[in-house]
């Protein structure tokens, strides 16, 4: 038998329960009711676990399951097929390299790789800290230099004390009082409420699968790994909140060189900085968008040129996620001995397995594309059209399958079947337009 004759007769299997109301209300009588179609098309109807395709942007999707985020099982390597890292995974090649820039489009994944990086670094501690710095906002916010160092500084001193409570087991020096008294005053300096905010976590019960870790949430950075409430942690956090006596909150460099030394007192022997550019929105026009990017590189430029005074203390390296129109001979001239690559998604097998993974986290097995989902004269191809319309963006493809979920639900959540006019309807709504030169989202390739 054929593989689409196996796929069409599993799918008999799968959804005839479904389409068969009597046997539809016995197997959800008892289920959760939801006001909100897509909730209900996808929870109740499909059953499953949660919803997969909430968010199209890796940024968002770390608060969908703050206490366990799907996000890391969604990861895809996007490096995977090619020849450029075949003896290794792209996240290994950039946690061992020295600095490297990432490349790429706005929505072609880079905030993905730079999210699953960090998680590698603090599931699989070595004897690194990852300090994660996401600009958001436009480049002039940074211009002033004490707003400037603030938030690196901010940034370096949450990821020491989330890392240095995960890995306390691992870091003996974390028994060294005088050690903890600075280590008080600095989280105090640079992160603002440290103490309410701890305490708030404190009263907080753990939670039976992250522990502590769900804390963590506080300050904008995700759960990776149980971290166990213990009596160890316990007494290093009531050190903390009361050590710290420090009244004046001026802020200058050398408080980011403080945070070096005590990184590396801590037990640390090297600090990779991770900086992520998340799609900085441009006023108008080409311009402002050259305007940006030229203040961009003034920014790293600013920080960059002054590195060497942080090597005394301890190795520095860099890990830039950065939108292709930064890449420039000025860019490079800044970082000679940097790696770089571009992030491109021409493999549909690529493609094909985000949406795969996705399924799969949310139910099992039993679902791997939309064309499991799919009315028969779709679903052979529906997928590949997802695919044809995303044009190479993992982005692009997401919001698409969102709003097809979305356009399905509001017609039908009790049906499970995707059709035709779904997927016609959700390309209304995200712009899509075929040309003379795109295919047919409905012209078979056979």
Not at 96 to 102: E, L, P
Request: glycine residues 4%.
């Amino acid at each position: 038998m054929s593989e689409q004759g196996n796929l069409s007769n599993k799918k008999k299997q799968i959804l005839s329960s479904a389409n068969d109301k009597v046997s539809h209300d016995k197997k959800t009588h008892d289920k959760k009711t939801y006001d909100n179609k897509r909730s209900h098309y996808l929870l109740n109807t499909l059953e499953l676990n949660h919803d997969p395709f909430r968010y199209a942007v890796s940024e968002r999707d770390h608060d969908v399951h703050q206490e366990d985020p799907f996000v890391f099982k969604y990861f895809v390597d996007p490096f995977h097929t090619t020849r450029k890292f075949k003896k290794t995974t792209y996240i290994d090649h950039l946690r061992k390299a020295d600095s490297f820039i990432t490349y790429g489009e706005a929505g072609s994944g880079k905030t993905a790789v730079k999210n699953m990086l960090e998680y590698v670094y603090r599931a699989n501690p070595d004897d690194t800290l990852a300090v994660s710095v996401n600009i958001k906002k436009e480049p002039a916010n940074y211009a002033d230099p004490e707003t400037f160092w603030r938030r690196i500084s901010h940034e370096l001193a949450v990821d020491l004390f989330i890392q240095m409570t995960e890995q306390q087991y691992r870091l003996p020096n974390l028994k060294n009082k005088a050690l903890l008294k600075e280590l008080a005053d600095y989280f105090s300096l640079c992160i603002r409420d440290f103490s309410t905010k701890l305490e708030e976590g404190r009263q907080s019960k753990a939670h039976p699968l992250t522990g502590v870790s769900k804390w963590w949430t506080l300050w904008q950075r995700p759960v990776v790994q149980y971290t166990p409430e213990t009596n160890q942690l316990e007494g290093l956090l009531l050190k903390l909140l009361e050590e710290s006596s420090i009244t004046d909150f001026s802020f200058r460099k050398e408080d980011f060189l403080k945070g070096l030394e005590l990184a590396e007192a801590v037990g640390f022997k090297k600090v990779d900085i991770l900086v992520d550019i998340v799609d900085i929105p441009d006023v108008t026009g080409p311009t402002s968008n050259s305007r940006n990017q030229q203040a961009l590189v003034d920014l790293f430029e600013r920080f960059y040129r002054e590195h060497s005074d942080f090597y005394p203390i301890i190795p520095l390296g860099y890990k830039l996620f950065l939108p292709l129109g930064m890449k420039s001979e000025r860019l490079r001239a800044l970082t000679p001995k940097f790696e770089n690559a571009i992030i491109k998604w021409k493999d549909k097998e690529l493609l094909r397995e985000i949406v795969a993974r996705r399924f799969h986290s949310a139910a099992g097995n039993w679902i791997k594309s939309f064309g499991m989902i799919a009315s028969r004269d779709v679903s052979p191809y529906i997928d590949d059209r997802l695919i044809d319309l995303a044009k190479e963006s993992p982005r692009r493809l997401l919001k698409l399958a969102s709003s097809m979920i979305d356009v399905h639900a509001e017609r039908d959540p009790n049906d499970p079947i995707i059709t035709y006019s779904d997927l016609e309807e959700a390309m209304k709504l995200q712009s899509i337009y075929l040309t003379n030169q795109d295919p047919n989202p409905w012209q078979r390739n056979d």
